[in-house]
Structures are given as structure tokens and as C-alpha cells.
């Protein structure tokens, strides 16, 4: 299922929204969720970095080395 949402673009974006998608012949509702989808997995990946950043400075994790993990892997 999905749901629908409504957004104001400034009119330049919307304006290299819309070539994109006569050049290309994909819908304009294909490229905001493709950029949306992209931006939720960037922030995601950033705030899980932060997470383990904040662990390891607080002694709640620590770093090994490469060696260390696949040694560690194989037992």
C-alpha cells in the first residue's frame, strides 16, 4: 500500500523536475521517490555512524582491527 503526500518545490526545481522527466520518459512522481528514498538511507546510515561514534567515545563499543574481526569471524 502506499500513501500520497503533497510538497511545494521552488519553481526552478520543479522546472528541471519536469525536463527530467519529458527527457526521460519516467514520471515525475518516480524521481521524488527515488531522491526521497535515497536521502532516508543517507540520513539513516549518517545517525547509525553518529550511534557507534558516541558508543565507542563513551567506552560502550571499541574499534578492532580488520585482522581481529576475521580472526574472530572464523571461530
Known sequence: MSKQTAIRLPDETYER????????????????????????????????AEEATR??????????SAEEFWRDLDN
Open 55 to 64: 558508543r565507542i567515545q563513551n567506552g560502550e563499543s571499541k574499534v578492532i
Open 17 to 48: 523536475l519536469k525536463a527530467l522527466s519529458e527527457r526521460t520518459g519516467r514520471t515525475s512522481a518516480y524521481y521524488i521517490r527515488e531522491a526521497i528514498e535515497k536521502h532516508i538511507e543517507d540520513m539513516e546510515d549518517l545517525y547509525l
